[in-house]
């Protein structure tokens, strides 16, 4: 009965330390908080009411564990991160994000444990908070593989407009307007017309449309509109060059993918396709052999 006893308080110390641990790395490695001025300066919350502050650290169960690991470890700015680039869909939210990290955190290892009949899967629930991060960064992915798809074409539609004589917010509008069937692009476009109508000013508001989408080439678009709103340049003429530009960068990367094909298929020629053919040819020959020699 001792034994016992000693098993289960050294796998409680071995969890908590793993914990403890899982929690100090994870602070640590956490990025600080920009100050304001720079593209990643202005706060995707800043005058809206975070959802985690709405959690009662004196509440059930439930409420604990939930403000232990959006304060303590620090979860809720990379869950809000991870909801804003996934574009905030109606089906999830911070606080549901959270839960899912949980169940995986209790469900995972207890299947694991059941299967392998150690309990030594218990040591693996931080590594299994971490399941849920994986397919909404495949959402993610998926969604600003969308974006950029679709944004020369974007760029050169609000080449066209300015050219003839409006304003690029209005070119912008006027896009998104004509579009019957909006992209997740024109909807991050119609998202900021409607903040600067609320009073973001226009910088403001493109910054925080390219941290919503989070892909580069919009942090250089968001630049590039600046920089021209600065320095009074021609904008069209900006736009049609940064299109040419991204066009050029796209082909450039098929080309390289299409290059690196061939390299990437000799593991799969060498270990798959070349066994299988191996046998196919000499199958007959080694069934001869078997049953009455080469018959000579």
């Known amino acids: 009965m001792n034994g016992q006893m000693a098993h289960w308080f050294l796998l409680f110390i071995g969890l908590a330390g793993a914990m403890a641990g899982f929690t100090s790395i994870y602070r640590m490695m956490a990025p600080p ?28 169960l439930v409420d604990r564990l939930d403000f232990f690991l ?18 905030r869909p109606q089906g999830a939210d911070p606080i549901k994000i959270l839960h899912w990290k949980e169940l995986c955190a209790v469900i995972l290892p207890a299947i694991v444990g059941y299967l392998t009949e150690s309990p030594l899967a218990l040591i693996l629930v931080p590594v299994f908070s971490f399941a849920p991060d994986f397919y909404i960064k495949g959402k993610i992915s998926e969604r600003q593989t969308k974006i950029v798809r679709n944004f020369p074409a974007m760029v050169d539609l609000a080449a066209l407009t300015i050219e003839s004589g409006q304003e690029y917010m209005a ?60 320095l009074g340049t021609s904008l069209v003429d900006l736009l049609r060059n940064f299109s040419s530009d991204m066009r050029f960068r796209r082909l ?10 061939a390299t990437k298929m000799l593991f799969p020629i060498f270990f798959f396709i070349f066994p ?18 080469l018959g000579f």
């Open 171 to 230: 070119a912008f509008d006027r896009i998104c307007k004509a579009q019957n069937k909006k992209t997740a692009l024109e909807e991050e476009f119609e998202q900021t017309l409607n903040e600067v109508q609320l009073g973001y000013s226009r910088r403001d508001a493109l910054r925080r449309m390219a941290m919503r989408i989070g892909v580069q080439d919009i942090r250089s678009f968001v630049g590039l509109i600046i920089q021209s709103d600065e």
């Open 276 to 293: 299988v053919v191996f046998i196919l040819m000499l199958a007959p020959m080694l069934v001869s052999v078997f049953q009455g020699g």
């Open 33 to 60: 908080v920009e100050e304001e001025g720079g593209l990643a300066g202005i706060s995707p919350k800043r005058g809206e009411l975070s959802v985690f502050d709405r959690l009662n650290p004196n509440g059930g």
């Open 70 to 87: 959006a304060r303590v470890c620090r979860f809720d700015a990379r869950i809000e991160e991870l909801y804003m680039l996934w574009g």
């Open 252 to 261: 450039s990367k098929a080309e390289k993918a299409a290059a690196e094909a």
